[in-house]
Nanobody
């Protein structure tokens, strides 16, 4: 079992930056691919970024490509999402998630393939 706790959300003006972090419990963090998803009010949860177990392969949604970067530190059991050039449409609750499948390829974008979820952190971008 893995518990995930997000932090780093907040209110920022358009064009600003935030760095989200997700801390994982347990000793098997390096066995999980990790992803970030977001959900805006009235919308479905959408994939934002993913990173494989080693950190060597990432997958970034087109809507945030060039602005967001995902990284992980397996020695600290953390995964981070650096968000630059934020836009009002980035406003959402952001969730980190863990995928325990043995794949070492590009992380999946499908939310139902992730096994563990954090409680979410709110990101609000004002115009």
């Amino acid at each position: 079992q893995v518990q995930l706790v997000e932090s780093g959300g907040g209110l920022v003006q358009a064009g600003g930056s935030l760095r989200l972090s997700c801390a994982a419990s347990g000793r098997t963090f390096s066995l999980y691919a990790m992803g970030w998803f977001r959900q805006a009010p009235g919308k479905e949860r959408e994939f934002v970024a993913g990173i494989n177990r080693s950190g060597g392969r990432t997958n970034i949604a087109d809507s945030v490509k060039g602005r967001f970067t995902i990284s992980r530190d397996n020695t600290k059991n953390t995964v981070s999402l650096q968000m630059n050039g934020l836009k009002p449409e980035d406003t959402a609750v952001y969730y980190c998630a863990g995928d325990r499948s043995p794949s070492i390829g590009v992380p999946t974008t499908a939310a139902d393939m992730y096994d563990y979820w954090g409680q979410g952190t709110q990101v609000t971008v004002s115009s």
